[in-house]
Each structure stands twice: as C-alpha cells, then as structure tokens.
C-alpha cells in the first residue's frame, strides 16, 4: 500500500496522481496533516512497540511506499485575538510539537520507499548550490550578508546586476482582499544607496543573462524538461509573474547529456530521488539555479504533454510491485 502524505489546503499537485492512482486500482490511503490536530480522525502511536494504529488498523506492516506533497504547514492550532500574546506564544509552541511529531514520523518510515527521499541536508538552497558545483554544475555568485559594505562590493563586482530573494520560501500574505508575495527582485543601485548599514541576513546572487528558463522535473534518473520562452523583451526577472501573460510560450526542451549526468550526481549527492529543478540556458551554457523537492510540476507538464502525474503513479505501481516480489520471496523461504 502507498500512503499519501499532504494537505487539506489547496496542493495541486496531489489530486491527479491520486486520480491515477484510483483508476489503475492501486491501493493506497492519503492522510492530511490536519487529521492530526483535529478531531476527524482516530491514531495511536506506540513509538515503544513501533506501531502506528489509525482507526483502530494498524498500517505498520501494510505501508511499502510513502509519497508526501507538503505535508507540513503553519496552522493556527487555537484562535486567538492578535493582541492576545499568551494563545499565540501557545500556538507557537503546538507548531514546535507538530513539527518534533512529523519528524518522528519520517524517523517511523526511514526504512520503507520514499518519493521524494529526505534530502540529505533538508531543503537549503545554499548546501545545494555548495553541491550543485561540485557536481560539475556552474553556478551563480552568492553571498548572503547583513551590511551594505559587502552589498556594495558584491554590487559593483557584477557590474551593477544582482537580485535578491529568499533563502529559504515565502508563504503569500494576506490582508483583508489583498494578497501579497515576495518574489526574486533585481536590486538596483538605488536600492543599494538606500540600504542601511546593518539589515537582515539576506540572499542576493549574481543576475544571469538568459535566453530562456527552463523546469526540469527529475524523477528517478529520468528527465521531464521545458523551457519558457519569452518574446517580450522586458520581461519579468521572477518568471512566476510572467505566467499569465501573452508573451511566453512552452516547448519541449531536451538538455545536453553531460548536463543531465552532472545533474544525476547532484541529485544523488544530495539523496533526493525527484525535484523540481530551475535551469538557466545563457550564451555559455547552463546556469543551475536551484531544485525544489516537492516542485509543481502541473503547469510545465501539461504544457508538454508529459503527463508527470501518470509517471509518478507508474513508478509508485512499480515499488509496490517489487515490494510484492520481495515478500513474496522471503514467504517461500
């Protein structure tokens, strides 16, 4: 059996691999985060005994594979006034016990497939790019600093281009009707003129000239790539807020083959299985950029025709399916 680790709030990702998986008959069963705050469903871990009962079933010995979509997030666990500070100091510390939870739970399934494998070195953009080079992958100039002396040398060393964005995600922000994001930012010398002496610690990289973006979703060893071409020459350096325009077009991209080995080393060097990862084509090259673990891939996919969520469910169908011969193996002797 597959188990499904997401979330109740909107995943895009998630549903059509489990459309998939609902026609092709393959058995699985999806958990949200929230069935463990609230009170719709019933669990008992024995972390003695290592058993997971939920329902009063235990799914100890009937779970072979774990495919997980974002299955933590920041919950407001009790209601609370804002000006309330004790709820929320007590929200605070319910979030720190989810998260020592969660983290139980993947310690719990260490040994069984997992797509996509715990990355090494968690989700850090920094310790990928660290070995996104020594994969071979040529890489962007980044710093992360707090002052504006070592911003202004940065500035000036790439001759006036660089970008900032965060290190880590940014959720969107909501107020009222209004909706707001922070995205990747070309600083420009106003900005850094204007920058105090001290600041927050803060990511900013070399700005790379491309011709095109490309998404690559990795799985497996295996390659699902497309490129974002833009006709407009003023776009957008963040290409999420060049999606709903008319200027950009997917196609089909197929990387050159010592790329995609530089990039199965890296992927196995940081033990990750599957991600989403961000390719700048330039006129010397390809810039790796970044990959995330738990990547969209819709968007790209659909426009490519590459059906991702259909490849996914056929490589989980095939784990259980090597599962099934190994018990039945270790059965017969």
Request: glycine letters at 4%.
């Amino acid at each position: 059996m597959i188990l499904v680790l997401t979330y109740s709030m909107y995943e895009q990702c998630t549903d059509p691999v489990v459309d998939w998986l609902l026609e092709d008959n393959v058995p699985f069963f999806k958990l949200n985060l929230e069935d463990l705050v609230t009170k719709k469903v019933s669990y008992c871990v024995d972390v003695i005994n290592n058993d997971i009962v939920i329902e009063g079933q235990s799914i100890k010995g009937l779970i072979d594979a774990i495919w997980y979509r974002r299955f933590y997030s920041i919950l407001d666990y009790f209601e609370h006034d804002e000006n309330d500070s004790i709820l929320a100091q007590v929200n605070e510390e319910a979030d720190s016990e989810i998260k020592t939870f969660l983290e139980y739970l993947k310690y719990f399934f260490r040994d069984k497939i997992i797509m996509p494998e715990m990355p090494t070195y968690g989700e850090n953009k920094l310790i990928f790019l660290d070995h996104a080079k020594k994969a071979g992958l040529s890489c962007p100039e980044t710093i992360v600093t707090n002052n504006k002396r070592e911003l202004e040398q940065f500035f000036e060393k790439n001759d006036g281009e660089i970008i900032s964005k965060p290190l880590y995600f940014s959720n969107y922000f909501i107020k009222g009707e209004e909706t707001y994001s922070i995205y990747t930012t070309s600083f420009t010398k106003e900005m850094v003129d204007s920058a105090a002496e001290k600041f927050f610690p803060t990511l900013f990289q070399e700005k790379v000239s491309s011709i095109h973006e490309i998404r690559s979703f990795y799985l497996d060893g295996e390659f699902y790539s497309t490129a974002a071409i833009t006709s407009h020459k003023e776009k957008n350096i963040d290409i999420k807020l060049n999606y709903y325009t008319d200027h950009i077009h997917w196609v089909n991209y197929k990387l050159p083959e010592d790329i995609e080995d530089k990039l199965r080393v890296f992927m196995k060097r940081v033990n990750l299985n599957t991600g989403s990862i961000d390719i700048l084509k330039t006129q010397d090259g390809f810039k790796f950029i970044e990959v995330n673990p738990v990547g969209q891939f819709l968007a790209p996919g659909n426009y490519s025709n590459y059906y991702i969520e259909y490849q996914i469910k056929k490589w989980l169908k095939a784990k259980l399916e090597e599962c099934k011969k190994i018990k039945t193996m270790q059965l017969t002797h």
